[in-house]
């Protein structure tokens, strides 16, 4: 049984993740759009894709780039889920799992972190 949300709701869930990052971290993170999207066309039950150049790979040649983009998909989340309680939970640690690939945070750590 999946959760049904509406988009209004589901962006919401996305912007209170993101205020989970902390402060320090926040000021971090430059050129990164996030957005939500139903679905990756190609990988239907992916819940969540950073597209970018991680702040570890960067160096002095680094500019002039279109901006990172964390995107999350809405109904891939909805499907895994049973309540609101659970989309709330996934939202978050999607969504910080992907800003932390913008860091450098390979998979492995993420899931040595609890956030995989």
């Known amino acids: ?3 049904t949300m509406n988009d209004d709701r589901f962006e919401d ?7 989970l990052i902390p402060p320090e971290l926040a000021k971090a993170i430059d050129n990164v759009v996030v957005l939500v999207e139903a679905r990756d066309p ?3 039950g992916l819940l969540g894709l950073y597209q970018g150049i991680a702040l570890t790979e960067r160096d002095s040649q680094y500019g002039g780039y279109l901006p990172d983009t964390v995107t999350i998909y809405r109904d891939a989340i909805l499907d895994i889920c049973e309540s609101e309680e659970e989309v709330v ?6 969504v910080i799992h992907e800003i ?3 860091f450098g945070i390979e ?3 993420l899931h040595e972190l609890g956030w995989g």
């Open 89 to 94: 939970h996934e939202v978050a640690v999607t």
């Open 1 to 3: 049984m999946t959760v």
């Open 42 to 44: 190609e990988e239907p």
């Open 100 to 102: 932390a690939h913008y």
């Open 107 to 109: 998979e492995d750590r």
């Open 13 to 19: 869930l996305v912007g209170e993740a993101l205020d």
